[in-house]
């Protein structure tokens, strides 16, 4: 049990310095380059696009699964 508290103090530990060291970062330098909402809106158009795609082949595939088996 007491190794239990000991790695629990040291992660504990660990995480607040990692905590303190990303404060003292965004302080430092408070622009992030943060991404634009049209590199969302493109990326999501993208996504959704490929998605439509893959689902219609699916579709036309489950489709005439049996007439192409004989291809």
Sequence with gaps: MKYTV???C???LALS???EECL???QRR???GDISITT????????TG????AGTIAVV????NGNLSGI
């Design 17 to 19: 310095t990692r905590l």
């Design 30 to 32: 408070p622009d992030r």
């Design 50 to 53: 490929a998605l439509l795609i």
């Design 61 to 64: 595939i489950a489709k005439y």
């Design 6 to 8: 000991a790695h629990a």
């Design 24 to 26: 003292a970062e965004v």
């Design 40 to 47: 969302v809106i493109i990326w999501v158009a993208a996504v």
């Design 10 to 12: 040291r992660a504990v």
